[in-house]
């Protein structure tokens, strides 16, 4: 049912594209960090953990947290504007250095974005019982309609969804945000990938937590 829902805002966002006037999007606190929780089609989890976002430099290190004791863990250092990412195994002292094909990412408002306006989740009347979001939509080509929704207030993402034209579906809930990054040196490779060779075969952000699924 909650996929049926999501299916029928992406639907509702397309249509009102051509329609809804677009305003200059709102930017993101410079460093945010809190849990991101990412769910794909049919409800399975693609990965669940700690995030830290350097929106200036466009950085992005998720881990996933080890109370889910998964098969595949995931710890994943994204580097946009180098159009690289690490796969990250400290457990053995090893990782891997891919090329990062598409710089599209959930983070925030991504250029290009349609103003879908301002929504409430819940009751929009009663004090405490509704969530007040602004939400953004664009058809990515090849893929489908991807939809970000920050707080009107700070501009803080809470959520981002992505459809593919094969069905396939991602949704990003970002959980528990700070405006900090506690630990800078999360955005730094660690020594062990100094000298790393780049690996032929590069992904999109998107691609690697649907390889997790």
Not at 1 to 20: E, P, T, Y
Not at 142 to 157: A, E, I, M, Y
């Amino acid at each position: 049912m909650a996929k049926v829902g999501l299916l029928h805002l992406a639907a509702c966002c397309i249509i009102a594209v051509g329609f809804v006037e677009s305003k200059e999007p709102c930017k993101p606190p410079p460093l945010t960090s809190g849990q991101l929780w990412v769910t794909a089609a049919k409800g399975m989890q693609a990965g669940g953990g700690q995030f830290s976002y350097d929106s200036p430099g466009k950085r992005l290190r998720f881990a996933d947290t080890e109370a889910l004791k998964r098969a595949k863990y995931l710890d994943v250092l994204f580097l946009f504007e180098e159009g690289i990412f690490y796969e990250i195994d400290k457990k053995s002292s090893t990782c891997k250095k891919r090329p990062l094909q598409s710089t599209l990412q959930p983070m925030e408002i991504q250029p290009n974005m349609t103003d879908f306006g301002n929504m409430y989740l819940g009751s929009k009347v009663d004090s405490g019982q509704g969530l007040n979001m602004n939400n953004w939509v664009m058809m990515v080509p090849q893929l489908g309609p991807f939809t970000v929704t920050v707080s009107p207030v700070g501009c803080l993402t809470l959520s981002s969804v992505l459809f593919t034209q094969s069905k396939d579906l991602l949704m990003f809930s970002f959980l528990e945000v700070v405006k900090e990054v506690k630990d800078p040196q999360v955005f730094v490779p660690p020594t062990f990938c100094d000298g790393v060779p780049l690996e032929p075969e590069g992904n999109t952000l998107f691609g690697v937590f649907l390889n997790q699924v």
